[in-house]
């Protein structure tokens, strides 16, 4: 298996991540990685933890799942997450001196299902702050065009945090009411997310048809979402791993995160770290207490 990228990241990439908030890696991971992937997402599936929702499920057997924070509990998760390509990526793209792991993320759509993800920023929900926050996605299984995760261009740069739209199929509101970190200095607008797809003309939106073997990388500002499964026949999976670099810090978010991650001991302003938050980047090896 592949422990560093295939090919080292040229400037191109490096310089599309900082301008655009997102670019796709083409050929990162090996067939022995998304063999390992698909292995561990199967049993992922089949035993979802306490994170887990079902954002979608009908009585057709269409199925839209996520589940968060299974790597100490998924041995193929562990591995990916402390000996693939995907920390080192993140590191570099993030000009970051070390990365942590934040968490990782499980999708799982069943063919033909077509529930959307909303067009959001992702740091809004999370309790970390931080420029230097992005996510390795990688799919193991073939991703469309109308199928593949969209970006705005550039908006890891607006001075907005959006209300945090819901993933469920009821089209609930997560409140944004109140958030102690502004970004930089500037006064920050919270304000509802723009109608993307209402208005697609007056936006650049970036998307990318991938292969198994591909990944995304991401700002975890970037203003993205998605159309769910269009492929009538194959299911749509992928492992999203969330990354801290240098300057993360843990927020306290008092309108609570999703995910709720507990037991970690950090309190607000900490630098990630500790059991539930371990340096991935540069490699060490990693001991849980027993």
């Known amino acids: ?22 670019v796709c890696l083409r050929d990162v991971f090996t067939a022995d990685w998304l063999a390992t992937i698909e292995i561990g997402m199967e049993r992922n599936f089949k035993n979802p933890g306490k994170y887990a929702h079902y954002y979608a499920r009908n009585n057709s057997g269409q199925t839209y799942l996520n589940d968060v924070a299974s790597w100490q509990r998924n041995p193929e998760y562990k591995r990916y997450v402390f000996e693939s390509p995907a920390a080192e990526i993140a590191a570099r793209l993030m000009h970051s001196s070390k990365v942590n792991i934040f968490y990782d993320s499980a999708f799982y759509r069943t063919a033909g299902t077509t529930a959307p993800t909303p067009w959001h920023q992702d740091v809004p929900y999370w309790c970390i702050q931080g420029a230097q926050v992005c996510s390795v996605w990688m799919p193991i299984d073939p991703v469309p065009r109308d199928s593949a995760l969209e970006f705005i261009r550039g908006s890891h740069r607006w001075q907005d945090i959006f209300y ?11 409140t944004f009411e109140s958030d102690s970190h502004a970004r930089d200095t500037a006064e920050v607008q919270r304000s509802v997310a723009p109608d993307i797809d209402a208005n697609r003309d007056s936006y650049d939106v970036l998307a990318w048809e991938m292969t ?77 207490k027993a």
């Not at 560093?4 to 310089?15: A, G, Q, T, Y």
Request: charged letters at 25%; glycine letters at 12%.
């Open 1 to 22: 298996m592949n422990k560093r990228p295939i090919e080292l990241l040229s400037k191109n990439d490096l310089d599309s991540f900082e301008r655009d908030g997102a």
């Open 164 to 174: 945090r739209p819901s993933f469920f199929s009821d089209d609930g509101i997560h």
């Open 212 to 288: 198994p073997g591909d990944c995304l990388v991401f700002s975890g500002m970037v203003f993205h979402g998605g159309r769910g499964n269009h492929s009538p026949s194959h299911p749509l999976r992928a492992l999203a791993t969330r990354w801290a670099g240098d300057d993360a810090t843990y927020a306290l978010k008092p309108e609570g995160a999703d995910p709720q991650l507990e037991g970690h001991g950090l309190v607000d302003g900490d630098p990630f770290g500790g059991e539930m938050f371990p340096v991935a980047w540069p490699r060490q090896e990693y001991a849980p």
